[in-house]
């Protein structure tokens, strides 16, 4: 009933950078050899993804069994490329490459200890996402997704100081936790129901199967819950714990790959394991549409709170995710469709945010929003970087944020949630409460401002823009929310696809 | 009929001599008086009552040629009370070293000179 | 008949066992315990296990008292309970 | 005190649910029962010993029958047990080569006591008796076909001979009749008899333990009688092995594995 | 009937595997105890080799099993009527178990080259003769069919065990052997005392024998000393596996002990008296028989959610690697009980149990190996005391890693499966307060472990001179690293690294073969 | 009356007999007199084992405990005087040394 087509493509895609780990660990010395290594594979990496494009937008989708079937299990692994994993696909490989140059950039600016353990989980990581971003049925998404897991503790810990560890700790005990606790049982029990079936191809796995409000709405909530990287509320404190990892970690892992991939997984189990009609039949949406809403509110408020910048980032991120769970929450076409141009959307907002933050820690080693008054003077390329990119989380034209949010919008209002449009738009306003001001203090400093900064032992006149290797990067990405905007066809088609699919 | 009623004499005595060796294990004052009592009362009984039961096996003996067997178990019988006899007392004896080496006080003869506290090394 | 034996031997089974358990000199108890390997080999010889009983007989007259007065000998003599 | 209690609590509760076990049983000694007259539908094991055994093996004791023969192999890890015993108590208690770090306690003791008249009684006591132990294990060991008996009890019969040696007169001088390393080697050698009767059936092309195919070895009438010259082959075997561990228990308990000056 | 009149084909060594297994290391065992005392070099070459023979054996049975059907074997050709003589019996649901048991003995006796005496290596042929004969004692508990000889061997490896575990040099560990000694003997009776109500009841000890009673003869089997049979039975193999209330012998008495017996003792003690307990249920009193009133097994299923529970909180209390694992253990012991004992239709509970024993052995010999060469070489026992030591022994870790990775229960890894299974079952059985259990465990797994990591991981101050700091004497003190060849211990934990990950891999093989045995079971789902 | 009948009373009385030295066995003052009442219980077992053989008209077999018994009874009370013996020994052993030291 399907196009699928049998290619190898998806699986050198997800090894290209599985390939570069051992590279990379081989070049530890040669420092110049090691990064042009990921740099290889990353460009390796985006022309395997997007060699496959073409074929996706023909309408087909490629499907490639790497294991038949699990033992015991029967369960194939299996790699299945959709418009939705293509979306995903895209934008991770591609911020992978900015986000390598950015990392050089960081890294040498900060002379870092242990850089190759760092270039190697980051290739490692960036493997993971991939797969997440192909998987084909709910066990291989799962592999993939503890493997995410596994492979991004090292970086959050990078520091290996108190902090750190601490913050690992939380990361760990958060995302294994849950998904011990809550997915497996949920995987297990999709796995029974349906007799032996994980599979996202065809018909959702559960679209036959008839069960109740009350165990539906259990098993719902079991995933999204499991699947905690979505950072929806009560299981949302390892995002804030984990910025403690280095900028680069922090922009794309917790701005695209880790948070993007547990939201992925929540819009592949609703459309995918449940199916919207069943969904909608049973009614159970409601239940995580109120419980983003209310991670969408309360993280705003909390992000307004918080001076320090990344914890801010961090906190608009949690809000950001539970958009994109409300829109998928909707079960409504139009809403469905905005939630997967918001992934898209908000990564390449996000990460820009999260790269301004990152050169300003690097060219000034400031960290509190409090103390970057009158910053945009003398960084003008950064700040006005962050301008656009919090256009771009806001929602504000002209940038791509725009587009997905209408989606949102328009959808929530259409499925009869006047309720959730709302919620919706007070949580525009909050996100441009806590955005804008930091860009206008930037360039137009209250007057007793640089008073307060003479106090720090820099001295204000030496700063300087951050490298050229950190500043490169965010400019290309701050563009590029505001191209999408005008170019946004590509990412329209692949969610069209998907929409369509699911429908 | 002969041969069980000696035997039951025998076993009689012996246990009239046990029953003795009980009263004096009970009602004797002292460890060295019980012990006597014990040794020596029932070193005999056991000899009499397993010699009675040694004769009463005899009732059965009709010849050399085909009851052999039964002078063999009225050997062994007789070798018990022979084995008891040698053990039982130097037992008895040794207990009896112990207890004079543990330097516990006999009751009887208290108002005489006791010379469990001499040197008790040097006999 | 022999089951009068049986109730005796049995009584005085459970006397020896609670004597040898609540002596507080070691070297008493193991030689009580003792007594509690001759009523068992009288028991099982009463009821006609005589494989069993020979065995009692021997470890329990030739063994086993010798081995736990050995083990007293070695460590304490008084028990602390 | 309140470890008593529980302890207490616990026996009673043990005792009380065998009890209530107890009440279900067959009477004592019924003919009928299962373990006598097996269940119904069934082939009785008991009623088969009885009737058979003596056909079987040419042994007039049927436990002797059973334990060495239908049961060998049971009895054989009996054996092992005991060895396994030693071996521990062995390797917790022994005390090898340099022992300066234990002081030697008590005093090497030449005689039973020290006044000359009790070494005189007890020693010409033990020394009239032990012949006569030994003599009497001898034969509870190899009459084990024809009345109670057999290899274990004959053993610790034996054992107990040397034990009185060393009570009479002092560790060492039991010592020097069976010493350290000749013990252990009899008592693998025990094993070794009683498992090598079993793969000597195994090379003749049966079953481990089956004597009958002894007959041509064993230069016997039948198989029968293979069968329980066997036993007695095996029953030497326990007698080894039960011999050396109990006396090298007591070797190593008594002196606290330093080998001398023992109780 | 007299045996040797059969006409027998031309006997092959195939028909002699279950006695060859016995016997392999028991003569081992005698050689090394009569000339091992002159020359301690021969020891462990004999060690080896006897336990090699035990593994191809075990192999060559597991072919036979499935290629041909149960191994039945009769010692002393007494065959007919069943029962009079011996019944060993090899299938599916114990070859496995053997293979597992060879395995680990032989990658054990690796490990324990010159690490057994420390002080005292006097004791060499003593310590082997003990291992072989434990192995003795274990190949001969899983080959038998019949409940006394089963108890015999129980015996066996019960003071074997003991030995080993008392041989280190230091009061703690004789304390807790002691302990074991008490609390075992106490577990050995209470089997014996279930033997003996069996034996009164149904008049014979063959296992297949009973069954077979047991199922004809409906007032038999609702007697209620075939009950109280079963209760003692029961509470005896649980005395040995340290289920949750009577586990209180096992921490110090495998925590206290000399590195190389913890190995051997910590894999296969536990796992082979869970076996002997669902042997028990399926080839003595049979399932429909167990699970005939769901109270019981509810109850039990209950323990099991205790003693994971217990046994995981337990565990993150502790501060010794050796004791937190040793409380795991408890924990996985009430996996595998819970998992038997969940009754139900399908059985993927005792799948799982099955499954788990494996799966368990190879995680736990993973993890007490690991602990034993970071307490050796470094003299780290407290899980304090890791600090850096992965980037000193990277391989130790790799080790390590895998190891702890399977006990949360990561992918690839046995650990997974095994849960897997046991959770299928506890759904299917509607026991959720057993699949709530697994799941928690695992959750304080990964707590225990990530924390080991992240101390052992990250601390930068290599180990140095921590053996010093105990309060009392050390079991065994750290031998510097040049008196033992590295690879006696890498070499094994690496090879049960591979065998955790390759269980996982093949896991659907494997509960293929077990559930052979499964599949035989009369009409089960019908009945419960 | 028959001559088993009279051999079981033999047997219960002996068995009766016991009971002095099971009291002794409980209240002896000293752990000496306690060994004593074990030495009569163990020579009346030995007795008690040829009667129980004479009962069953098999004395043949039942000889055999009651010569084990006579020869091995006598062990226990020999060690448990030798322990006496010794530890007395090692007293004034450590007694002497003390002596000196001080």
């Keep these: 009933m399907e196009n699928s087509v049998s290619s190898l493509l998806p699986v050198w895609a997800c090894l290209a950078s599985l390939l570069a780990v051992p590279l990379i660990v081989l070049f530890r010395k040669e420092i110049f050899l090691r990064e042009l290594t990921t740099f290889v594979a990353g460009f390796v990496k985006l022309g395997l993804v997007v060699a496959m494009v073409p074929i996706i937008l023909d309408g087909k989708v490629i499907t490639t069994t790497l294991v038949a079937g699990v033992s015991g299990i029967n369960v194939p692994i299996v790699f299945r490329v959709d418009g939705l994993g293509m979306i995903f696909a895209i934008v991770a490989s591609f911020l992978w490459i900015l986000t390598s140059l950015y990392a050089v950039g960081y890294m040498r600016g900060l002379k870092e200890h242990s850089q190759t353990r760092f270039f190697a989980f980051f290739a490692l990581s960036l493997s993971a996402t991939l797969g997440v971003a192909f998987a084909g049925n709910l066990l291989t998404l799962y592999l993939f997704y503890e493997m995410l897991s596994l492979s991004t503790y090292p970086l959050v810990t990078h520091h290996q100081d108190r902090e750190a560890r601490g913050g690992g700790r939380t990361y760990l005990s958060y995302l294994l936790g849950t998904s011990i606790a809550f997915a497996i049982p949920a995987i297990l029990f999709t796995y029974l129901q349906s007799g032996g079936d994980l599979s996202f191809a065809g018909p959702a796995i559960l679209a036959g199967s008839d069960m109740g409000y009350l165990t539906g709405a259990v098993l719902l909530m079991a995933f999204v819950f499991g699947f905690s990287k979505a950072g929806l509320m009560p299981f949302h404190s390892w995002l804030p714990g984990a910025m403690v990892a280095p900028t680069p970690v922090s922009a794309l892992l917790h701005a695209v790959a880790v948070v993007k991939v547990g939201v992925f997984c929540v819009i592949r189990v609703v459309t995918g394991v449940f199916g919207l009609d069943l969904l909608g039949k049973l009614g159970a949406n409601l239940v995580l549409c109120w419980v983003a809403a209310f991670t969408v509110i309360l993280s705003s408020l909390i992000a307004l709170s918080q001076d320090n910048l990344k914890r801010r980032l961090a906190f608009s991120t949690i809000g950001q995710l539970s958009y994109i769970v409300l829109g998928v929450a909707l079960l409504h076409e139009m809403s469905v469709k905005g939630s997967v141009l918001h992934i898209a959307a908000h990564a390449v907002s996000k990460i820009t945010l999260f790269f301004c933050a990152g050169a300003i820690f690097v060219a000034t080693g400031k960290k509190y929003i409090s103390q970057m008054a009158g910053l945009g003077k003398r960084m003008p390329f950064t700040m006005g970087a962050f301008f656009l990119g919090s256009l771009g989380v806001i929602g504000l034209p002209p940038s791509i944020g725009l587009i997905s949010k209408f989606h949102l919008v328009v959808g929530a209002a259409d499925a009869g949630q006047i309720a959730l449009m709302v919620v919706f738009l007070i949580s525009t306003f909050l996100n441009a409460l806590y955005f804008l001001p930091i860009s206008y203090q930037a360039f137009f400093p209250a007057k007793d401002a640089p008073g307060e900064l003479a106090a720090t032992q820099f001295s204000w006149s030496e700063i300087k823009e951050a490298p050229p290797a950190c500043v490169i990067p965010l400019c290309i990405t701050a563009t590029l929310t505001i191209g999408l905007f005008f170019a946004p066809t590509l990412f329209l088609d692949l969610a069209d696809l998907f929409v369509s699919s699911v429908k | ?123 | 008949m022999i089951f009068a034996f049986d109730i005796v031997i049995l009584v005085f089974l459970v006397i020896a066992a609670i004597i040898s358990l609540s002596v507080k000199d070691l070297l008493s108890a193991s030689m009580i315990f003792g007594i509690y390997g001759f009523l068992i080999c009288l028991l099982w010889a009463e009821m006609g296990a005589v494989d069993v009983a020979f065995t009692e007989a021997s470890v329990g007259a030739g063994i086993s008292a010798v081995l736990l007065v050995a083990t007293v000998y070695n460590t304490k003599r008084k028990s602390s309970d | 005190m309140l470890s008593k209690v529980f302890a207490t609590i616990a026996v009673v509760i043990t005792g009380g649910i065998l009890l209530y076990g107890v009440s279900d049983f067959p009477g004592f000694g019924d003919p009928h029962s299962p373990a006598n007259a097996g269940v119904p539908g069934q082939a009785s094991i008991s009623q088969y010993f009885i009737t058979e055994s003596y056909g079987d093996t040419k042994v007039p004791n049927i436990v002797t029958s059973v334990l060495a023969d239908y049961r060998g192999y049971d009895t054989m890890f009996e054996t092992v047990v005991i060895f396994a015993a030693g071996m521990a108590i062995f390797a917790i208690l022994r005390v090898v080569g340099d022992d300066s770090e234990r002081k030697p306690r008590r005093k090497q003791e030449s005689s039973f006591t020290n006044g000359d008249h009790s070494r005189i009684i007890i020693g010409t006591t033990c020394r009239l008796l032990v012949p006569v132990i030994q003599l009497f294990a001898l034969y509870v060991i190899a009459h084990g076909h024809h009345s109670p008996g057999g290899g274990f009890q004959g053993g610790v019969i034996l054992a107990a001979s040397f034990i009185i040696i060393a009570l009479a007169e002092n560790l060492n001088s039991a010592l020097k009749r069976l010493s350290e390393t000749n013990y252990l080697k009899i008592a693998c050698i025990g094993i070794l008899i009683y498992a090598g009767f079993g793969v000597m059936c195994q090379v003749l092309e049966s079953d481990f333990l089956d004597y009958g195919v002894l007959q041509p070895i064993l230069m016997t009438d039948g198989p029968e009688m293979a069968r329980s010259h066997s036993m007695l082959g095996v029953e030497i075997g326990v007698a080894f092995t039960v011999t050396a561990i109990m006396f090298a228990i007591y070797a190593n308990l008594s002196s606290r594995g330093l080998l001398r000056d023992g109780l | 009937m007299k045996s040797w009149n059969k006409s027998k084909p031309a006997i092959l060594m195939a028909d002699q595997l279950p006695a060859i297994l016995v016997l392999a290391p028991l003569f081992g065992a005698m050689i090394i105890g009569l000339a091992g005392t002159k020359d301690h070099k021969i020891c462990f070459p004999i060690t080896l080799a006897s336990l090699l023979v035990t593994l191809v054996v075990a192999v060559a049975a597991a072919h036979q099993v499935f290629e041909h059907g149960p191994i039945d074997y009769f010692v002393g050709g007494w065959k007919e009527p069943i029962g009079i003589g011996i019944h060993l019996h090899i299938d599916s649901l114990n070859v496995l178990l053997l293979c597992a048991i060879a395995v680990v003995a032989v990658l054990v006796s690796f490990f324990s080259i010159r690490r057994i005496g420390d002080k005292n290596t006097e004791k060499t042929p003593h310590f082997y003769t003990l291992y072989l004969l434990l192995c003795v004692g274990l190949f001969g508990i899983t080959i038998a069919g019949d409940a006394f000889n089963l108890f015999v061997l129980i015996e066996v490896s019960s003071l074997t065990s003991y030995g080993l575990i008392a041989m280190g040099s230091s009061k703690r560990g004789a304390f807790a052997a002691f302990n074991y000694v008490l609390m075992g003997t106490v577990g050995a009776s209470f089997y014996l005392l279930g033997v003996g109500y069996l034996y009164l009841k149904t008049g014979t000890l063959n296992m297949v024998n009973i069954r077979d009673i047991l199922s004809t003869q409906p007032e038999i089997a609702a007697s209620r000393a075939v009950s109280i049979a079963f209760l003692f039975i029961l509470v005896g193999i649980w005395i040995k596996m340290a289920f949750f209330p009577l586990y209180g012998w096992l921490p110090n008495a495998y925590s206290y002990c000399p590195s190389s017996s913890a190995c051997l003792l910590a894999p296969l003690m536990t796992k082979v008296s869970v076996y002997v307990m669902i042997r028990v249920m399926v080839s003595v009193f049979g399932l429909e028989w167990v699970f005939a009133s769901p109270g019981w097994s509810n109850l039990v299923v209950w323990l099991a959610v205790i003693a994971i529970v217990a046994g995981s909180v337990l565990a993150m209390a502790q501060r010794e690697i050796k004791k937190m694992l040793c409380y795991l253990i408890v924990a996985e012991v009430g996996y595998m009980v819970g998992g038997a004992w969940l009754a139900d239709e399908g059985l993927w509970g005792l799948t799982g149990a099955l499954y788990h024993i494996l799966a368990d052995a190879a995680m736990t010999l993973c993890l007490f190996l690991a602990a034993g060469i970071f307490a050796k070489r470094f003299g780290a026992k407290k899980i304090t005391e890791l600090e850096g030591l992965f980037k000193e022994a990277p391989w130790t870790a790799v080790g390590f890693v895998v190891g702890a990775l399977a006990m949360i229960g990561v992918p690839p890894t046995c650990g997974f499966f095994s849960k897997f299974y046991l959770i299928r079952g506890g759904i299917d059985a509607g026991h959720w307060e057993y699949v709530v259990a697994l799941l928690l465990s695992s959750l304080i797994n990964a707590v225990l472990f990530f924390r080991i990591f992240e101390i052992a991981y990250f601390g930068n101050k290599p180990a140095e001179g921590h053996a010093h700091a105990h309060d009392d004497e050390p079991a065994e003190t750290a031998l510097p690293s040049s008196e033992i060849p590295t690879w006696t211990g890498v070499f094994p934990l690496l090879v049960t690294a591979a065998i955790i990950i390759l269980l996982g891999i093949f896991n659907g093989e494997i509960v293929a073969m077990i559930r052979v045995v499964l599949e035989d079971l009369p009409n089960l789902a019908s009945r419960l | 009356m028959t001559f088993d009948h009279f051999s079981v009373g033999v047997g219960l009385a002996l068995l009766i007999l016991m009971l002095p030295a099971m009291w002794r066995m409980t209240i002896g003052p000293t752990a000496l007199d306690r060994i004593v009442a074990v030495n009569v219980i163990g020579t009346k077992t030995a007795v008690l084992l040829v009667v129980i053989g004479v009962i069953f008209h098999r004395v043949e077999m039942f000889v055999d405990f009651a010569l084990a018994y006579a020869l091995l009874n006598f062990t226990g009370s020999l060690a448990a005087a030798r322990f006496l013996h010794k530890t007395k020994t090692n007293k004034a052993l450590l007694e002497e040394k003390g002596g000196t030291e001080s």
């Design chain 2, 1 to 123: 009929m002969i041969v069980t009623i000696i035997s039951v004499i025998f076993i009689l005595l012996g246990l009239l001599f046990f029953l003795g060796a009980a009263v004096g294990l009970i009602r004797f004052p002292d460890f060295y008086t019980r012990t006597h009592a014990a040794g020596k009362g029932d070193t005999l009984s056991s000899l009499l009552v397993i010699l009675g039961f040694a004769v009463y096996q005899l009732k059965d003996f009709h010849g050399f040629s085909h009851d052999w067997p039964i002078l063999l178990v009225i050997l062994k019988l007789l070798a018990v009370s022979l084995f008891i006899f040698l053990t039982s007392p130097s037992s008895t004896h040794a207990l009896m070293d112990a207890g004079w080496e543990d330097k516990v006080e006999p009751e009887i003869g208290k108002g005489r000179p006791n010379h469990l506290n001499d040197d008790c090394g040097k006999f």
